[in-house]
């Protein structure tokens, strides 16, 4: 059951207290002086459970997990193609001809802002929670609390950082609505860092936490990843050598499925429960106000729905025969679904009874995260997770630290786990570092596929020229997002010679 989403949506309460976006004069939403105030509000446990709960809800924007980034991180890595109808905002990620007037840009920008101020809300106010009696809030609760509030804020951080580089810092609620000036990206991991290693110390094991909110487990390992991106490999493998009670799921297409979500690949996963409400889902761009407890993913990604992409030759052609995560990622001749056996090729005028084509005579289709495994169509309401960190992603950032600091054997390891769920050979022991980390590009491609992480590791092992080679990608420019125009704009502090090197 997901009743640990009901409270993600419960923020409302909090839209008249926080300034949200406190870059943008435009889109401040000011105190309403007959309401709640941070002063008469953090009294009881509730009470700080519910701020806490408004810094999540700004993952399930349209802005982020909703819609836009799935499109944007699976297009630019090109493990997408687009099919005729896909919309041109969207096209622009597939040949990299975004500008600073992109708008579901400047929605991602503005939703993880969002999501900063009602983290800064939180931890701004560690005083007053802390002046909490314990007899109404023990001093573990209070801790594991602001624990969440400073995961969120490293996450909407990291998910900023690496899309724009320099950025505004913000790490208190604003008091003017003049702006705030862009601050390194050195500076923005550091306080990432600094946020992870407290929430670390602070969070509750996975075993102990309600489903879907922030775990020791999740901070580590978002830590571990943090340092690998910044090349810190010994750092990184000392952080991920920290998590205990995680595996593989003995299936892998169990990752992606609602009934079997927070399993024990499980680390940290974005929340949505159609059950629970969507009829936001069109009006949340950037604040995740109201009911919007759903995923346009499937509707998007679905071949008996909107079918915008597919999966891309150049993944279909990555997998090895035999991989079994080729029939985990897809929908190909002679594939079951609740809808039909799958065919392709040209359909016939009359499709016999039993059988499904794949549209536009593709021949794969997605299967991960599309809930045809027991529907016959998507409703534009997928209430599956998205898992943004599972064991076998920390399994292979493992073996590329191993690699790195020069145990390929360990390396090795590691990679055969991973590929042992596949049903695939394990590789040979004794393989050179340039052989083990051919070996990590392959098998993250393959295991992580359309789950928003090749971008990224394309940009950091600097494959661009090779990866992207044909897709309009320019380098010294597309590395970074463009500052989107409405901030440069509304922010006094911003100008243009501080946009992004080529916008």
Known sequence: MKTTKIIFSMFTLFTAMVIINGCSENDLELVNP???????????????????NAAYANLQTRGLYSRHIFFSQDNMSHEN???????????????????????????????????????????????????IDESVVSQATKQKFLGEAKFLRAL???????????????????????????SSADDVYALIISDLQSASASLLDKSEEANGRATKGAAIALLGKVYLYRGEHALALAEFKKLTGYALEPDYFDNFKEETE?????????????????????????????PNEATFRGQEYG?????????SDDLKNEFEDGDLRYNG??????????????????????IPEGEVYIPLEREVA??????????????????????????????????????????????????????????????????????????????????????????????????????????????????????????????????????????
């Not at 007959?34 to 806490?52: D, I, R």
């Not at 500008?99 to 900063?116: F, K, L, M, Q, T």
């Not at 071949?303 to 999966?311: A, E, L």
């Not at 990622?329 to 005028?349: L, Q, R």
């Open 81 to 131: 193609a687009g099919n005729p109808q896909l919309e041109a905002d969207k096209k622009q990620y597939l040949d990299f001809s975004f500008d600073s007037s992109h708008g579901p840009i400047a929605d991602y920008w503005e939703s993880c802002y969002r999501g900063i101020n009602k983290a800064n809300f939180v931890i701004g106010n560690e005083e007053r929670i802390n002046a």
């Open 303 to 311: 071949f008996n729905d909107w079918f915008n992409v597919y999966p």
């Open 262 to 290: 927070h399993g024990i690949e499980s680390i940290f996963e974005i929340e949505y429960d159609d059950a629970l409400g969507a009829s936001a889902k069109w009006d949340s761009s950037v604040t995740g106000a109201g």
């Open 366 to 503: 997605w299967k991960k995260y599309q809930n045809y495994y027991k529907d016959a169509n998507e409703d534009q309401e997928s209430g599956i997770n998205f898992k943004y960190l599972r064991y076998a992603d920390v399994l292979l950032m493992m073996a590329e630290c191993e690699n790195e600091v020069g145990t390929q054997d360990n390396a090795i390891n590691l990679i055969n786990e991973v590929r042992e769920r596949a049903s695939l050979d394990g590789l040979a022991y004794g393989l050179s570092k340039t052989a083990v980390f051919e070996a990590i590009v392959h098998e993250r491609k393959v295991e992580l596929a359309g789950e928003q992480v090749r971008f990224n590791d394309i940009l950091r092992w600097n494959l661009t020229s090779t990866e992207l080679a044909g897709t309009n990608f320019q380098a010294g420019k597309n590395e970074l997002w463009p500052i989107p125009d409405r901030e440069i704009t509304s922010n006094e502090n911003l100008s243009a010679a501080d946009q992004n090197p080529g916008y």
């Open 34 to 52: 007959n309401g709640l105030s941070p002063e008469t509000f953090f009294k009881t446990e509730a009470q700080v459970q519910s701020a806490v």
């Open 156 to 182: 909407y951080n990291f998910l900023l950082v690496t899309r724009f580089g320099d950025m505004p810092l913000i790490t208190e609620i604003p008091t003017t609505t003049e702006g705030i000036a862009k």
């Open 329 to 350: 990622n897809f929908y190909y001749e002679g594939s079951e679904s609740a809808i039909g056996t799958v065919k392709t090729g040209p359909a016939p005028n009359v």
